[in-house]
Nanobody
Framework: QVQLVESGGGLVQAEGSLRLSCVVS????????MVWFRQAPGKEREFVAT????????YYADSVKGRFTISRDNAKNTVYLQMNSLKPEDTAVYYC?????????????????WGQGTQVTVSS
């Protein structure tokens, strides 16, 4: 069984920064592609950023491009999301997910393993 645990969420003022972490444990996945999604109240879960198993390839949603950075440390089985210049519209529960395979996708259906989420609240 694969477990993902997110951390690092919290309350921050607009223009502030947060760094989310997601640790993968349990059954070993071989360099899985990882993704961050988010879900705001009353809205569908939306793609934020993804990174390939090697860490070479990344994709970002247009709404976060230039402000968020996804990275990974395979030795620690951890993926990060550095969020800068946060806006109130970034408020959501942020979920990380993993897939068996190194190729990164923006499609939510490609990811089989999910964490429980961490709340990010940005005040104006």
């Amino acid at each position: 069984q694969v477990q993902l645990v997110e951390s690092g969420g919290g309350l921050v003022q607009a223009e502030g920064s947060l760094r989310l972490s997601c640790v993968v444990s349990g059954r070993t996945l071989s360099s899985p592609a990882m993704v961050w999604f988010r879900q705001a109240p009353g809205k569908e879960r939306e793609f934020v950023a993804t990174i390939s198993g090697s860490g070479v390839t990344t994709y970002y949603a247009d709404s976060v491009k230039g402000r968020f950075t996804i990275s990974r440390d395979n030795a620690k089985n951890t993926v990060y999301l550095q969020m800068n210049s946060l806006k109130p519209e970034d408020t959501a529960v942020y979920y990380c997910a993993a897939r068996e395979g190194i190729r990164a996708y923006t499609d939510i259906s490609r990811y089989a393993y999910w964490g429980q989420g961490t709340q990010v609240t940005v005040s104006s």
